[in-house]
C-alpha cells in the first residue's frame, strides 16, 4: 500500500469510529467515550499489523461489531468496549490481565467468554459442535452481554462473507442458519433473524434469492400506492382522535418468501403477503391495552377481518418477550393485508430484544424471558454426558412454537408445541414427572403421550408405584423430561445389574463353579449376551434360566463349556415370537425369553399400533393398543405387570380392526361401502350393521387388514364415497376389560 492509500484508510476508520460515537443509542457521559476512545486505541494498535480477507485493515471488523452491537442491538458502553476488544486476546499480544488492569473486571469477564467461544470454533466433528453452543450457552449464567456480541460478530462476518473461499462460505452460511438466527429469534432480535436468514439464503440459493429480490424491487412502487391508499382512512381517524403515532412498512424478508414459494409451491406473484402494515403508538404503561384495541377497532371499521387471523400477543405474550395485536383485513381490492398494532415500548422490545428489556425494567414480559433463560440453565446443569443429545433436544426448543397449558389451580405454563401430558407433568416437578400415570386434560382422562394444545388444562396423575421407561422417551420433546428420563433409567439399570451380580455370584458358589472372568466369560457366551454388565443386567431382572448352568459339564470349578460354532452376526440376541409361526412379528419385553401372546379383543391390535404387553394370570400376556380404553387403568393398577411390546417386520396377515362410519343415508350406499372394501386389496370383511335415524346412518364394520397402513388407505377410499362423511377406527370396547381376571 502506498503513503497515500494510508493516509485515506487511517481516515475512513476515524470516520467509523466517531459514527460509532455519534449514532450510539444509549446516553453517554465524558466517561463513557473516554473508556471507549481507550478501547479503540488500544484495539487499532493492537491488530494494526493484520488484514482482513478483503484487504481490509483489521480494525474495520471490531469497529462495525461494536457498531452492531450498539446501533443495533442498543448496549452500552461496556459492551461496545468490549466489541472493540473481542479479537484482542486471540489474535494479539494483549492478554486478560491487561484487559482487567485497563478496564476492569466486567470488561474480562466478557471479552474472556468471547474469547473462549472463538478459541472453539465449530469443527467438522458434529459432537465439538454441539459442546461448543453448550459453551457458549452457559456463557449465559456470566453475561448474557457475551452471546449478544457473539451474534454481533457473526452478523458482521455474514456481511463481509463475500471474501471467502466458496466452501467456508457454505460452512459458515449453514452454521449460521442452525445455531445463530434461531438463537436470535429466541432472544426477541427478529431484524437480526431475518438478516441472518436472508445473508444465509445468499449464499445457499443464490440465483433464487437475486431473482427474488429483483422481483421485490420492482414491484416496490405499486406497493407503495397501494398502502398510502389503504392507511388514509386509517390515518385520518387516528388524527382526529389526537393520537401520537407512526405507520411502518415491513417487508417480508427474502427468505420467508422463499419459504412460502416452496413450501406451498408457488410463484413470486401468490405470495399475498408481501408486506405488513404496523401501526406504532405512544402510550402510557396503563392504557396500553385499551389503547391498541381501540386503534384495532378503527382498522376493522374500514376493512373487514378475518377472524381467524387475529392474534392476540398482548393479553399473552410470547416467550421471548413479544407483544402485539396482529389482525388481517380485507383491502378494497380484494387483496388480504396484515396489520400489526403495537406501542412504541413493545416495538423496541420486538426490534432490539432483550437491550429493551433493561429500559423497561418493570415490564411483565421480563419474566417469560427470565423464565426462557432459567430453563436453558436447567438444561445444562443436568448432568447428561451427551452433548450430541443436548443440542438436538434444544434446537427443538428454538425452532417449535410455544403453547401456553393451565394447571388445575389456572397458572399459566409455557411448552413447546407438541409437547405431551408427560412433558407438563416433568415442567411442573421432576418426581412428578417421574411418578405419572396419566393425565385428565380438561377434566377427561388421557394417556401419558397424550399431545396437549394451547388452552389445556392439565392435571397430573401420579402412582408411588409408577417410574420412569424407556418408551417415554418416544414422545416426550421438552430437553428437561428427556435428560431426566435419561438419568433415571441409567442408575435404573446400574441399581438393577448391581443386585444382579450379586445373585450370579451366590448362584456360582451354590453351583460351586469358580468366580473368576474366564467363567463369566463363559457364562456370558453361553447366554449369548453382548457383555458381562448385561448378563448382571438380566440377573437382576431374574430373566436368566439359571437351572440350565447346573447341567454345564465343569471341571474342578472350572466350566467346560464352548460356544457353538454359529454366532449371531451382531451379538446381540433378539427374541421374536410368531404370530401363526409366520408375518408379523411382535418382539415383547426388554427381551425376554419365548412368550406366547395373544391380541386382546378389547381394543384389536394391529401391525403398526403402538401396542404394549399385559401379564394376565391365566391367559400369558395380551397385546393392547397404548389408546386402548382399558389401559389407563392396567397401567395405573398393575403398572408392574405391564411389558413393552413392538412390531417388526410385517408381512401379510390379517388383523381384525373394526370402522365406525357415518354420513348421510341414501340409496345404495351400503352397496357402495361393501364393493370399496370388497375390491380393496386383501380386505375381508367380518360384519357390518347400520342403523339410520332421521337420514343419518351410522355403521359399523370389522374387516381383516394387514396392517395400520393398510387400514389407513381402505378408510381414505371409504371417506371418498359421496354420503359418507366420517370414517373413524373403533379404539375399543370398555365391556371387555382383560385385566380383571388377573386377580
Ligand atoms: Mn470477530
Known amino acids: 500500500m502506498t503513503e497515500e492509500e494510508l493516509k485515506a484508510e487511517r481516515k475512513l476508520i476515524l470516520r467509523e469510529y466517531r459514527a460509532l460515537l455519534k449514532n450510539a443509542k444509549r446516553e453517554m457521559d465524558d466517561a463513557d467515550r473516554l473508556l471507549i476512545r481507550k478501547a479503540f486505541d488500544l484495539a487499532a494498535e493492537a491488530h494494526s499489523p493484520m488484514r482482513r480477507k478483503s484487504g481490509e485493515s483489521y480494525i474495520f471488523h471490531p469497529l462495525a461489531v461494536a457498531r452492531i452491537v450498539s446501533e443495533e442491538i442498543g448496549l452500552g458502553t461496556t459492551s461496545i468496549v468490549c466489541a472493540l476488544l473481542h479479537d484482542v486476546v486471540e489474535d494479539t499480544e494483549i492478554n486478560l490481565d491487561d484487559i482487567e488492569s485497563l478496564f476492569g473486571t466486567r470488561v474480562r469477564i466478557i471479552v474472556d467468554g468471547l474469547t473462549k467461544l472463538r478459541g472453539a470454533q465449530f469443527g467438522e466433528d458434529v459432537s465439538i459442535q454441539a459442546e461448543n453452543f453448550r459453551k457458549m ?7 448474557i452481554r457475551v452471546i449478544l456480541i457473539k451474534l454481533a460478530d457473526r452478523l458482521h462476518n455474514m456481511r463481509t462473507l463475500e471474501s471467502m473461499r466458496h466452501d467456508k462460505q457454505q460452512k459458515i452460511a449453514s452454521e449460521t442458519l442452525y445455531l445463530y438466527a434461531p438463537l436470535s429469534h429466541r432472544l426477541g432480535l427478529y431484524n437480526l433473524k431475518s438478516e441472518f436468514e436472508d445473508l444465509c439464503l445468499k449464499y445457499k440459493e443464490p440465483e433464487l434469492y437475486h431473482k427474488i429480490e429483483s422481483s421485490l424491487e420492482k414491484s416496490k412502487a405499486v406497493r407503495t400506492r397501494f398502502i398510502n391508499r389503504f392507511t388514509v382512512p386509517i390515518r385520518k381517524r387516528l388524527d382526529e382522535l389526537e393520537f401520537d403515532y407512526e405507520v411502518k412498512i415491513r417487508s417480508k424478508s427474502v427468505y420467508s418468501i422463499y419459504n412460502k414459494m416452496v413450501n406451498k409451491n408457488i410463484p413470486f406473484e401468490e405470495v399475498y403477503d408481501l408486506f405488513a402494515i404496523r401501526i406504532i403508538i405512544e402510550s402510557d404503561e396503563k392504557n396500553e391495552k385499551s389503547d391498541c384495541w381501540q386503534v384495532y377497532s378503527i382498522v376493522t371499521d374500514n376493512y373487514q377481518p378475518n377472524p381467524d387471523r387475529l392474534r392476540d400477543w398482548i393479553s399473552t405474550p410470547k416467550g421471548n418477550g413479544y407483544e402485539s395485536l396482529h389482525t388481517t383485513v380485507m383491502s378494497p381490492s380484494g387483496k388480504w393485508v396484515e396489520v400489526q398494532i403495537r406501542t412504541r415500548r413493545m416495538d423496541d422490545i420486538a426490534e432490539m430484544g432483550y437491550a429493551a428489556h433493561w429500559k423497561y425494567k418493570e415490564s411483565a414480559s421480563e419474566n417469560a424471558l427470565d423464565e426462557w433463560i432459567r430453563r436453558i440453565r436447567e438444561t445444562l446443569e443436568n448432568p447428561d454426558p451427551n ?92 430437553a428437561k423430561a428427556k435428560s431426566n428420563i435419561r438419568t433415571y433409567l441409567k442408575e435404573d439399570r446400574k441399581r438393577i445389574a448391581e443386585d444382579g451380580k450379586e445373585i450370579l455370584e451366590r448362584k456360582l458358589r451354590n453351583l460351586k463353579i469358580n468366580l473368576n472372568d474366564e467363567n463369566l466369560n463363559k457364562i456370558v457366551n453361553f447366554y449369548r449376551l453382548p457383555t458381562s454388565h448385561e448378563l448382571f443386567f438380566k440377573a437382576g431382572l431374574a430373566q436368566l434360566d ?145 342403523d339410520t335415524d332421521d337420514g343419518i346412518f351410522t355403521g359399523t364394520v370389522m374387516v381383516y387388514v394387514n396392517d395400520t397402513t393398510h387400514l389407513t388407505e381402505l378408510m381414505r377410499k371409504l371417506r371418498n364415497i359421496s354420503g359418507v362423511s366420517t370414517v373413524s377406527r373403533i379404539k375399543g370396547d370398555k365391556q371387555e376389560p382383560t385385566f380383571t381376571q388377573a386377580n
Open 387 to 478: 452433548a450430541l443429545d443436548f443440542i438436538d433436544d434444544f434446537k427443538l426448543n428454538l425452532f417449535s412454537d410455544e403453547i401456553f397449558v393451565f394447571t388445575p389451580k389456572g397458572d399459566l405454563r409455557n411448552l413447546p408445541s407438541s409437547a405431551t401430558a408427560l412433558d407438563f407433568a416433568f415442567e411442573i416437578h421432576s418426581d412428578i414427572g417421574a411418578r405419572c400415570i396419566g393425565a385428565k386434560v380438561n377434566h377427561r382422562l388421557a394417556p401419558l403421550s397424550h399431545e396437549l394444545k394451547s388452552g389445556d388444562q392439565v392435571e397430573i396423575l401420579t402412582s408411588k408405584n409408577q417410574s420412569p421407561k424407556e418408551d417415554w422417551l418416544r414422545f416426550v420433546v421438552t
Open 137 to 143: 450457552l452457559l456463557t449465559l449464567s456470566d453475561d
Open 546 to 690: 439359571f437351572s440350565k448352568l447346573a447341567a454345564l459339564k465343569k471341571d474342578s470349578g472350572q466350566l467346560k463349556y464352548r460356544r457353538p460354532k454359529r454366532r449371531n452376526p451382531d451379538g446381540l440376541k433378539r427374541i421374536v415370537t410368531n404370530f401363526n409361526d409366520k408375518g408379523a412379528n411382535l418382539v415383547i419385553g426388554d427381551s425376554m425369553e419365548k412368550f406366547d401372546y395373544k391380541l386382546s379383543n378389547c381394543c384389536n391390535p394391529i401391525p403398526g399400533d403402538n401396542v404394549f404387553g399385559f401379564i394376565t394370570i391365566n391367559d400369558g400376556i395380551k397385546i393392547h393398543r397404548e389408546n386402548c380404553p382399558n389401559a389407563i387403568q392396567m397401567m395405573s393398577k398393575y403398572d408392574y405387570r405391564i411389558v413393552k411390546a413392538k412390531w417388526t417386520n410385517q408381512e401379510s396377515i390379517a388383523f381384525l380392526a373394526g370402522l365406525r362410519i357415518s354420513g348421510i343415508d341414501q340409496v345404495g350406499l351400503v352397496n357402495e361401502l361393501t364393493k370399496v372394501i370388497s375390491s380393496e386389496y386383501n380386505v375381508n370383511m367380518r360384519s357390518i350393521s347400520f
